[in-house]
């Protein structure tokens, strides 16, 4: 990720909505692709702050009415106002604003969510809904448990237990994995090294990939790198993980421990923490760190390298502020092969620039 600076000079972040230096509202600008000033217009429009694009601009629904997001639009005439941003429209369900807290939790999954399509973007990975004719059509859900004792007998004994996953395009994300106390207290009873909100889209998104570039198109290339994903069946595989946990010495061979379930999980669990390293390296680049190791170009040894470096570095960062390893895993050479799977994977689908 990078910073921007708004018209007044001030550093401007990714999630910003406001510059506090001169009270200016900032969205993100699709025209410049960019976090620009928002300078207002007529009728509640806005002109990209940057001199080069200018173009006019109106902000998403949810920033303007909801504010769970910073994105705009720009205004052409043949469209109605007050529409959904670029990533707001993948959106098919959004979670009960009337329940206390959600709204909150819904803004988490929105910031998320966000920092996922924009390394999709920098990796110029294909994603669409069906009328862009992508396939699978990507969408999402942001539901919560619906565990409230209900009001009248007829509507009695309708329990809904959300379960965070991939279904044919579909990411469904469980609202309570945006509560911090919640994810923390999973994250230790799973024994995780990391259980984040951007680490769920990460790994749900993989699972998106493998239907729409491995599925009938490179399966056996999978099972060479991950195992055979048909044998044993998922359900299977599941219950043996949850009955026995992970195989002994797990660390050699896959990024988690949750990996070892299945050979879509291995996937899954890799191709996220391929995005992670991506997300990093992008980071330090323009952040100064390291200028050199650009994560679209760079051959995977050298990204490996450069990412195991600098976890080094920000790892003992981390640790002098009492926080968990922003790098926990070691990367042998069984994983290393699996990454320069994805890595050659996600560099052949990237669309031409
Ligand atoms: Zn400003
Ligand atoms: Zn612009
Ligand atoms: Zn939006
Ligand atoms: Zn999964």
């Given at each position: 990720m990078r910073s921007y600076s708004c018209v007044c000079g001030n550093i401007a972040f990714?999630?910003?909505?406001?510059?506090?230096?001169?009270d200016e509202d900032l969205g993100w600008c699709p025209g410049c692709s960019r976090l620009s000033t928002l300078l207002p217009e007529q009728d509640g429009m806005f002109r990209c702050g940057n001199k080069h694009c200018n173009v006019l601009l109106a902000k998403c629904h949810n920033y303007a009415h909801e504010a769970v997001c910073n994105r705009c639009y720009i205004v052409s005439a043949d469209e109605s106002p007050a529409r959904f941003c670029d990533y707001c429209r993948f959106n098919d369900t959004i979670p009960d604003?009337?329940?206390?807290?959600n709204r909150e939790m819904w803004g988490r999954l929105e910031a998320a969510k966000r920092r996922l399509l924009y390394t999709l973007d920098l990796l110029r990975l294909p994603y669409g809904r069906l009328e862009d004719g992508i396939e699978p059509a990507l969408t999402f859900d942001f539901k919560a448990d619906t565990t409230q004792k209900p009001k009248w007998w007829w509507s009695m004994g309708k329990e809904e237990r959300v379960y965070t996953g991939h279904a044919h395009g579909k990411i469904t994300i469980?609202?309570?994995?945006?509560?911090t106390v919640e994810r923390e207290k999973a994250r230790v009873l799973f024994q995780e090294a990391h259980r984040t909100v951007i680490g769920h889209f990460r790994h749900e998104i993989a699972h998106y990939y493998w239907q729409m570039?491995?599925?009938?198109?490179?399966e056996q290339e999978c099972k060479a790198v991950?195992?055979?994903?048909?044998?044993?069946?998922y359900a299977d595989a599941q219950q043996k993980y949850y009955k026995d946990g992970p195989t002994a010495q797990w660390q050699k061979n896959y990024?988690?421990?949750?990996?070892?379930?299945?050979p879509w999980e291995d996937f899954a669990e890799t191709f996220a923490t391929y995005l992670d390293m991506v997300s990093v390296l992008d980071t330090a680049r323009h952040m100064g760190v390291?200028?050199?190791?650009d994560p679209l170009t760079a051959a995977l040894p050298m990204m490996v390298r450069r990412y195991a470096e600098l976890g080094v570095v920000f790892n003992e960062m981390n640790r002098s502020m009492g926080l968990t390893d922003l790098v926990p895993e070691i990367f042998g050479p069984p994983i290393v092969t699996k990454l320069q799977y994805v890595n050659d994977l996600v560099r052949t689908a990237a669309r031409p620039e």
């Open positions: 990714f999630e910003n909505t406001h510059c506090l230096a001169c604003l009337t329940v206390p807290g469980n609202v309570r994995e945006a509560d570039l491995v599925q009938d198109v490179s991950f195992g055979d994903h048909e044998n044993p069946s990024v988690s421990a949750y990996a070892t379930m299945h390291d200028e050199n190791c």
